[in-house]
Structure formats: structure tokens, C-alpha cells
């Protein structure tokens, strides 16, 4: 399967192979007006893919002028430091609050150490930091005139308080990283990823009401590529944000363990998973996207956090 597609005028899309699997972990490029923009270059354990993806698509490393982050979880920034020594004189702009934790990772690390434990390094390689003179910091409101585009940036906390999207409105393109919710190609299922330590329900309906204002054409979702009917598709994604919350907070409520709730997640889930179609392959890879146990975690530190009178 190829790793490179080609959307519309200026507009690429990488399936970066994400542990043996394709089509989890995307990355999108913008070229015009020499210009070369990446959204969401992805984990460092990736970057040799990357590199190859950009060859195939005619693409120098050195001509990257920009590298546009949605959010500094690992699987869309984590690899940035490592990058740029492929291609020095790459931009990378990032959300005010985000910036210093590219600059600086070991809170990132610490972070996602708590969730991903002894499969850190397997899994998203070296986190190296990303040198200040690179960092352009942006926030919501900014327009950013790239790669011959006018992207607007819309701050979008919810699945992490440093979200950002990027918004095209004369092509409606909206490049949504995981704001959009994960939804991989050919199921038709939507989840979100709600990691510990700050997914915030309330947030992240306020964001599904914006991205519907925007009233975007096309979705272009990190996990995994293009959703064009965007708006049954976001209230979908709120219904599942607020049904798996309802269940986590059902068996917090009755005293269950952490690893409890998430057999109960996955008891849930599954089979509708299997009604839609899904094979044990599609389950991998929702998984590998964002899976039970880091949405267990991240709900339950919701609740306690944001509703102890819950409790
Ligand atoms: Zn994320």
C-alpha cells in the first residue's frame, strides 16, 4: 500500500507504519509558494518512514519550512527534536502553553511514562528537545499565512488543555489532530482519546460545538485521514465521549479498581465494535491509537478531578 496520498492542490497525507501497522499514525503536508509545511510529524520511532514518505512524494527534508503541531502528546510531536536535524532551518509552531514542554520534555516523558510504562522507548523512541530559536509559539485567534494557505488556529482544549487546530476556510479543510476523535479508515466508528492527564468532557463539547460552527468540508483526523460528513461524524464523537464518561463514572461511583473499569469499558465496547465490522486486525489498531487502559485512566482523572462532589 502506498504511504503517500494525494488529497487536493498543496496537500499530501503520510501513513506513518506505527508498530507493523499502517494507517493509524498520519502526518499531512502543505506545499505551495516554496513552502513545505508538515502537520503532526509523528513519534521519533517513525521518522525513517517519514523521511522515506517525503522521497516519495518528491519532497527535499531540507526544504521543510514549517512544522505545524497540533498538541505535544508523543504520537503527533514526539519526534520533532530528532527532525529537525534532517531539516534545521524548519519553523515549528506550537501552542503558547505547549511550547515550553517541546523546549523541555521531561514532564512529557514523566507523563506518558505513567501510561505507557516500560513500552516508552519501544514505542516512541528518543524524545529529544526542540531548541528555542525553532519555537514559534501561536494561539487561538492567529492566522498563519503558509505554504500559499490562509489557515486560521482555533484553540480546541478538551482531549489535551494544548490543542490547537489548524482551519483552511477557503478550501474548508480542517486539520483536527485528535480533536476530531480517532476513526479509522473503513469502520464506521468513532472514539475518543481521552489520555490522563487533562481530557476535560465539558471542554471538549465546547470544542464539537466550534468545529461545528466552522462548519468544515472535510476532517482531516490524525488517526486516521479524511472525514467528510463532518458533523454527524462530531456528534458522534460527543455521544461516545459522553457515554464511555457515564460508564466510568457509574463504576467509580460503585467502588470498582482501575483495571475493573477497563474490562467494563472493554465489555462495552467491543461488541459493538464487532457489530460494525470490526476484525481482531481493526481492534489492534484502535487500540494502537488510543486503547482501553488510557482511556480509563484519563476519565477517572477526570472525575476526580473536575467532580469530587461525585464522589
Ligand atoms: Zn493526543
Do not use: C
Not at 530528532?82 to 502553553?97: C, E, F
Not at 482531549?159 to 476556510?169: I, K, L, N, R
Not at 464487532?274 to 484502535?286: I, S
Request: no cysteine; aromatic share 8%; hydrophobic share 40%.
Amino acid at each position: 500500500m502506498a504511504t503517500v496520498s494525494k488529497y487536493s492542490p498543496g496537500l499530501w497525507h503520510i501513513s506513518l507504519p506505527f508498530q507493523g501497522e499502517s494507517e493509524v499514525i498520519g502526518t499531512y503536508i502543505l506545499a505551495g509558494q516554496d513552502e513545505v509545511a508538515l502537520i503532526d510529524p509523528g513519534p521519533e520511532t517513525t521518522i525513517e518512514a517519514l523521511l522515506a514518505s517525503l522521497k516519495e512524494a518528491d519532497f527535499n527534508p531540507q526544504a521543510i519550512t514549517h512544522i505545524l503541531v497540533t498538541h505535544i502528546h508523543l504520537d503527533h510531536s514526539g519526534g520533532v527534536g530528532t527532525l529537525l536535524h534532517h531539516m534545521p532551518d524548519a519553523k515549528v509552531l506550537v501552542y503558547s502553553k505547549g511550547a515550553p514542554h517541546l523546549q523541555d520534555p521531561a514532564k512529557l516523558i514523566t507523563s506518558a511514562s505513567r501510561v505507557y510504562k516500560e513500552r516508552m522507548q519501544e514505542l516512541w523512541g528518543k524524545v529529544e528537545a526542540v531548541p528555542a530559536e525553532n519555537i514559534q509559539t501561536i494561539d487561538g485567534g492567529d492566522i498563519l499565512n503558509i505554504a500559499g494557505r490562509r489557515l486560521e488556529v482555533h484553540y480546541t482544549p478538551g482531549h489535551a488543555s494544548h490543542h490547537v487546530v489548524f482551519y483552511d476556510v477557503h478550501t474548508g479543510e480542517l486539520f483536527a489532530g485528535d480533536a476530531a476523535g480517532v476513526h479509522l479508515p473503513g469502520i464506521d466508528y468513532v472514539r475518543p482519546p481521552t489520555p490522563p492527564p487533562d481530557v476535560d468532557i465539558e471542554a471538549w463539547s465546547a470544542t464539537i460545538d466550534l468545529l461545528k460552527k466552522l462548519r468544515p468540508d472535510v476532517l482531516y483526523l490524525a488517526h486516521f485521514g479524511p472525514v467528510r460528513d463532518t458533523i454527524p461524524h462530531l456528534e458522534r464523537l460527543r455521544a461516545q465521549l459522553f457515554a464511555w464518561g457515564d460508564i466510568v463514572l457509574e463504576a467509580m461511583q460503585a467502588g470498582k479498581s482501575e483495571d475493573e473499569i477497563i474490562q467494563i469499558l472493554m465489555d462495552k465496547t467491543m461488541p459493538e465494535l464487532k457489530r460494525k465490522g470490526a476484525n481482531d486486525e481493526v481492534m489492534k489498531r484502535y487500540d494502537l491509537a488510543t486503547n482501553y487502559p488510557m482511556t480509563a485512566q484519563g476519565y477517572i482523572r477526570y472525575w476526580r478531578k473536575k467532580h469530587p462532589e461525585r464522589f
